[in-house]
């Protein structure tokens, strides 16, 4: 998934941020990469809850609207008593503010455009504004746009508060610090798979250019190491460095012996054709046909003839659970052609019968109040609602959504971290349980204990 970024600079962001009381910005829509069409302004900024418009014109001024309220596309008057027009310049050291001369109208919910107030954004779909005539904001033209209704840029970004905090919990996790995180390794490394012929439990991570899924695996093994390590590629660059089919087993204890779990590393996705990982592969991975540092060809997918490709694969070789893996801070701009690559991969994991989670990494760069701390992940408001936002996205139960925080850029290992990361591995192993519970309530494959 390409990074999409701001246009403001720092002290046009700090300017912005002054028209508020302690709140975050978080990039929800941008003009010139999603397009100056109302549908996808309306795709990613309805029901977002409070937002603001930010458009950019040639003449240098930085003017636009602010709404407490959802946009829905509902065609009608929307009164809003918080609702205000706004504009920026290098020329003024505060932002012009003006409100609505009329204490409840606020904008119009159009689904043809975003008018705030009497400024029509994005008017028949082109990279223009069209001031309507009306008194409910009063303003000298010069001082809000500089006459300049011609855009370079047009923004929309949901307005958070910061430190929202929920009275309690929405999901419980204990965080009493090193006998949790013993409780929880010494729980993954007695773990045994249910099938006697499966000593290890393959886990399929699968997600966007850096998600985190390769970082995933070098946090785990920290853990387990003791300190922090990177032995698998990671960082930020806008196509995957993961390239090969890779298996990566962890190791932990005094001899140092491999834990009764295998984490699978994929190509990242990626939205163009010919690119990132080939949806063809998916299928092959999940039976075990392909075998360890597989070359992926983004063009096509693994043949029967390769070396690579294994023609007899057994129960330990298949995947027992696939995991999403995406970055908190990136939800709202996931593409609605990602989309529908991971619901097309969804498709093909329930076919086979493989249970899906979905990782959320990044989440103390997602939310200021998780990083502060740690153990507020589930109190925090934003969160909550972006585990809502992801169920609905990917198509998959709220319970089945982790956040997780990587190790990127530290040194040494937090507690409370690794307690968020085994407890994602624990959920792993228990949906792997779940696998063999189906495969033997199938009728396919008896389980075996160790006993028999």
């Not at 006998?179 to 993954?188: A, E, G, N």
């Not at 990132?276 to 060809?297: A, C, E, M, P, W």
């Amino acid at each position: 998934m390409s990074v999409v970024g701001s246009s403001l600079s720092g002290e046009q962001e700090r300017k912005l941020l002054s028209l508020f009381n302690n709140v975050r910005l978080h990039l929800l829509y941008k003009a010139s990469v999603h397009g100056y069409m109302h549908q996808a302004f309306h795709n990613r900024c309805d029901g977002q809850g409070p937002t603001i418009l930010v458009a950019y014109n040639k003449t240098g001024f930085i003017f636009g609207g602010y709404i407490s309220k959802d946009y829905a596309g509902s065609r009608i008057e929307i009164h809003d008593d918080q609702a205000f027009l706004y504009s920026i310049t290098n020329q003024r050291d505060k932002p012009l503010c003006v409100f609505s001369s009329n204490g409840r109208y606020g904008f119009i919910d159009g689904d043809y455009g975003l008018n705030v107030g009497v400024l029509w954004f994005l008017n028949n779909n082109t990279a223009t504004v069209q001031q309507l005539p009306g008194n409910s904001y009063i303003f000298e033209p010069e001082e809000m746009h500089g006459n300049d209704l011609q855009l370079t840029e047009c923004e929309v970004y949901r307005v958070e508060q910061r430190g929202d905090i929920l009275e309690k919990p929405w999901r419980n996790i204990n965080w009493e610090g090193f006998s949790t995180k013993q409780r929880l390794m010494d729980y993954i490394q007695n773990y045994k798979p249910e099938v006697n012929s499966v000593v290890q439990a393959r886990v399929l991570l699968v997600g966007p250019v850096g998600a985190g899924k390769s970082s995933f695996f070098n946090s785990i093994n920290s853990v387990f190491k003791g300190h922090v390590t990177g032995p698998a590629n990671s960082g930020s660059a806008g196509t995957s460095l993961t390239t090969q089919f890779r298996t990566y087993n962890i190791k932990a204890g005094q001899d140092r012996s491999a834990l009764p779990l295998v984490l699978c590393d994929t190509m990242g996705l990626e939205e163009g054709l010919g690119a990132g990982l080939d949806i063809d592969d998916i299928t092959s991975v999940l039976k075990g046909h392909i075998q360890d540092r597989y070359q992926f060809n983004p063009s096509t997918s693994i043949q029967s003839d390769s070396s690579f490709f294994c023609k007899s694969p057994s129960l330990k070789d298949r995947i027992h659970c696939v995991v999403y893996v995406l970055d908190a801070c990136k939800i709202s701009l996931i593409s609605a052609k990602m989309v529908d690559k991971f619901t097309a991969i969804r498709k093909i994991v329930n076919k086979q019968g493989v249970p899906l989670l979905v990782l959320l990494t990044k989440v103390d760069e997602a939310c200021p109040l998780v990083k502060e701390d740690l153990t507020n992940i589930y109190i925090s408001h934003y969160i909550e609602k972006m585990i809502r936002e992801v169920s609905l996205c990917i198509g998959v139960s709220q319970s089945c959504v982790v956040p997780v925080k990587n190790y990127s850029r530290e040194f040494e290992l937090d507690v409370n971290t690794d307690i968020l990361l085994l407890s994602a591995v624990v959920q792993m192993l228990r949906y792997t349980d779940d696998y063999f519970d189906d495969l033997y309530q199938a009728g396919d494959q008896r389980p075996e204990t160790p006993d028999s």
